[in-house]
């Protein structure tokens, strides 16, 4: 019993995790999912409405979204080593840092565009290393 537990716990743990790749597939394969919607099912599935839309002069409409989302990765503390000196105790040796990073900012964009031709969505485009869904 224990082992099938372990093993269960095991595979669950393996299916959470996934690629970039894999979340991008994901997300292009919800985004095609809404390929053929009119213009107000796009916009509920979408989950808001866009940034920015623009109007083509045959009568094409570009629908775009744009997420940004930041956070800090703390980085990694510094190893000390010490240098120098001859025993346990103090007696002059010196700790250095070796290593470590320090705390960064992490930018993730995504762009979502939608082409709509007699209100109907007949085509998209998508660009960034932050589409991973598509309601914020």
Known sequence: MPRQF???????????????????????????????????????SMG?????????????KILQWRWDTSYIDP???????????????????????MGGFPPTLVRQSCIVEWTMVSSSAQGYRWQGAGCQRVTP
């Open 75 to 97: 980085g990694t503390p510094p190893l000390y080593s010490r240098w120098g000196g001859w025993g346990w105790g103090w007696d002059g040796g010196l700790w250095v840092p």
């Open 48 to 60: 808001r409405i866009p940034d920015n839309t623009y109007q083509l002069e045959d009568g094409t």
């Open 6 to 44: 372990l093993a269960l716990f095991a595979l669950l743990m393996l299916a959470g995790c996934s690629t970039r790749a894999e979340r991008e597939a994901i997300f292009d394969s919800q985004l095609r999912e809404m390929a053929g919607a009119p213009e107000a099912g796009l916009l509920k």
